[in-house]
């Protein structure tokens, strides 16, 4: 049977085929640590649970508009506009299916023939695959431990050709955790503007953050930038939803029409209850998010002792999202080799960073227990022994 090139072109998710394995070998009864989920391990609070069964049952269940609820582009725009000082109205949203599905939009929406999209290496697994899908051209810029993973601006602009549409910004990063400083985005807002080119800022960790850091979205700094910015956000990885699949994009409303466009042709509007549950993810009480932020920096705090103190592994301490990095180029192995021996013998689930194009690296999520991150640490420690 004959596929199209645009699917034999690229790579089934990694992270997702890591996840499963590990899900599928506990299935089976084996004993296994997983740091391999890029989720929230809590359950989604409960007065959005309880929001989105009240619009079930008030009958939110038909079509609605392709770009989203008008009530939750209100919420969304009110929240750009005071937490993130984004001054997005609701014809600047979209409402899409997930951050994931907003970014393969936008790239549906902008993307042409050989037109390159700029990604900073370590990246998120999917961002140079939905280039591809596009039938674009992914720009890999390699990053360094040196340069806290962070594309410079020296590096941004010899990257830059006439070709280019798109640079690719994620702060807080996965899998890095790394976050950049105000002063380092002033700097690449600069080339932006004057090479005129869109950023896309996506955002989706922002509320993730450790010691101090703090998030400012690109967009913020002037209002050149501001016109060339595409924020991409959503619920999962902040409100632990997710499985519901609510993810926007904020942007000049061009951008907004052509993207609703391909969204009115392909899924139509999100989920309609799952947008309630959104609505009052944002207008609800936040101390949901706190005490998350609690549990992630306790793991945090835990999981970065534990490894400082396992020979032949070094990393950046991360600053965000929910994710260690670790470099595993003294043991001398590949980050595939790495991750099979440490799943067959130590039942270690983690992600090769070959997928976020470090092979260099294993990805670790400490989105889950103390208690498996303990056990897992102690068995990740007694396999760097044994090799
Ligand atoms: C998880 C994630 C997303 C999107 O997640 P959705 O579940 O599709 O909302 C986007 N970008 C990064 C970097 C992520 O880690």
Not at 171 to 194: H, R, W
Not at 262 to 277: E, I, K, M, R
């Amino acid at each position: 049977m004959k596929f199209a090139s645009r699917v034999t072109n690229v790579v089934p998710s990694l992270t997702l085929a890591v996840d499963a394995k590990a899900k599928a070998m506990k299935k089976e009864g084996i004993d296994i640590c997983s740091f391999s989920a890029g989720e929230p391990d809590f359950d989604t609070p409960t007065h959005i649970k309880e929001a989105a069964k009240k619009a079930l049952d008030e009958g939110k269940t038909k079509y609605g508009p392709a770009s989203g609820e008008p009530a939750l582009k209100e919420a969304l725009a009110k929240k750009l506009q005071e937490e993130d000082h984004l001054n997005f109205k609701p014809e600047n949203i979209i409402v899409t299916n997930g951050g994931k599905h907003s970014l393969f939009n936008l790239m549906l929406a902008l993307i042409e023939v050989d037109d390159e999209v700029i990604i900073p290496a370590p990246y998120w697994v999917s961002y140079p695959e939905m280039v591809t899908l596009a039938h674009g051209k992914s720009v890999i810029v390699p990053t360094t431990v040196e340069q806290h993973y962070k594309i410079t601006p020296e590096q941004l602009r010899q990257a830059i050709t006439p070709k280019t549409r798109i640079f690719v910004l994620n702060s807080p990063s996965n899998p890095t955790g790394m976050v950049y400083t105000p002063e380092e985005l002033q700097e690449l807002a600069k080339i932006i503007v004057e090479k005129d080119i869109w950023v896309v800022s996506d955002e989706i960790y922002q509320k993730i953050l450790y010691d101090g850091a703090v998030h400012r979205s690109i967009g913020t700094l002037n209002t050149e930038i501001f016109e060339r910015t595409i924020v991409s956000n959503g619920f999962a990885k902040s409100y632990a939803m997710t499985g519901w699949r609510v993810g926007y994009i904020a942007a000049t409303e061009p951008v907004i029409k052509a993207m609703t466009t391909v969204q009115s042709h392909s899924t139509s509007n999100v989920c309609t209850f799952a947008q309630y549950g959104a609505i009052a993810a944002l207008q609800g009480p936040q101390d949901c998010l706190a005490e998350m932020l609690h549990a992630f920096t306790e793991r945090r705090q835990y999981i970065v002792e534990r490894a400082k103190a396992i020979p032949n592994l070094s990393f950046l301490t991360p600053n965000g999202a929910f994710y260690l990095f670790l470099d595993i180029s003294q043991t001398g192995l590949k980050s595939i080799d790495f991750c099979q021996k440490l799943l067959e013998q130590q039942k270690v689930a983690a992600v090769p960073g070959i997928a976020f194009g470090a092979d260099d690296c294993i990805r670790l999520s400490y989105a889950t227990d103390l208690t498996t991150i303990e056990k897992g640490m102690d068995r990740l420690d007694k396999f760097i022994h044994l090799l």
